[in-house]
């Protein structure tokens, strides 16, 4: 059992654990070219932070107007995105370190992500993070992607908690609204910083206003810790 006092913390994985938003919109903009959209920008990608692959393609699809059936476009994004992946996935180092202080204390760790199980696997294994993220649940696996509680739940479920005992940390507006919905606290960290005053960010527990440069994990953990012994 965990000095923590039962809590559970559950990791969004793409722009939260890992840097891998460059990864995501070289992916993007490699397959839109291939169909004849040779012009999507960082702003237009910053639109779909926090989304599922699925359902960001799916919208590409309105948007641009393509032909291509949604299926064939995720698989072409998702071959795109695993040929990045696989040679520079990074974990962001204050995260890494986060990971460890919990696993160190025995909390049960798990991984909820918009992503594909296949893409979140080859991360973890890359980043050398599966050592302590062994629970993991993919958009692709539930019913509705985030906003919607379902991957978070799933997560909970898997890990046998309660989500009333569960800490999720999250980068996009999306996922803190999942997150709440879920009755579940949350630390966001917004990964674009200057939508820190969306107001989904505005029910999470801890704010760290400026993203990842302002997260450090041993502040993370000791606020973890007053919250527990609060309760």
């Not at 004849?36 to 599922?52: K, L, R």
């Not at 204050?94 to 160190?104: C, D, H, K, N, P």
């Not at 050592?131 to 991957?151: C, F, N, W, Y």
């Amino acid at each position: 059992m965990s000095t923590l006092g039962g809590i559970s913390v559950i990791f969004d994985l793409d722009g939260t654990l890992v840097d891998s938003e460059p990864n995501y919109y070289k992916a993007g903009r490699r397959t839109l070219a291939e169909y004849g959209v040779p012009d999507f920008t960082w702003a237009e990608h910053e639109e779909y932070v926090g989304i599922s692959t699925q359902e960001t393609v799916a919208d590409w699809k309105r948007r641009y107007g393509l032909r291509a059936p949604v299926e064939e476009l995720l698989a072409v994004k998702n071959r795109h995105y695993l040929e990045l992946a696989r040679t520079s996935a990074r974990a962001y180092p204050e995260m890494r370190e986060f990971v460890e202080l919990l696993a160190g204390e025995g909390v049960p760790l798990a991984v909820a992500s918009g992503s594909s199980s296949e893409a979140i696997e080859t991360i973890l294994s890359r980043t050398g993070l599966d050592a302590q993220l062994r629970t993991i649940v993919s958009a692709d696996e539930v019913a509705q992607g985030k906003p919607a509680p379902d991957v978070f739940l799933e997560a909970a479920r898997r890990l046998g908690a309660d989500p009333a005992d569960c800490l999720v940390l999250e980068d996009a507006a999306p996922g803190a609204a999942a997150a709440q919905a879920a009755g579940m606290r949350c630390i966001a960290i917004p990964y674009v910083r200057t939508q820190a005053d969306a107001p989904e960010f505005a029910g999470a527990d801890l704010l760290v206003r400026g993203g990842q440069a302002e997260f450090t994990a041993r502040a993370a953990y000791e606020w973890l810790a007053r919250t527990v012994r609060a309760a």
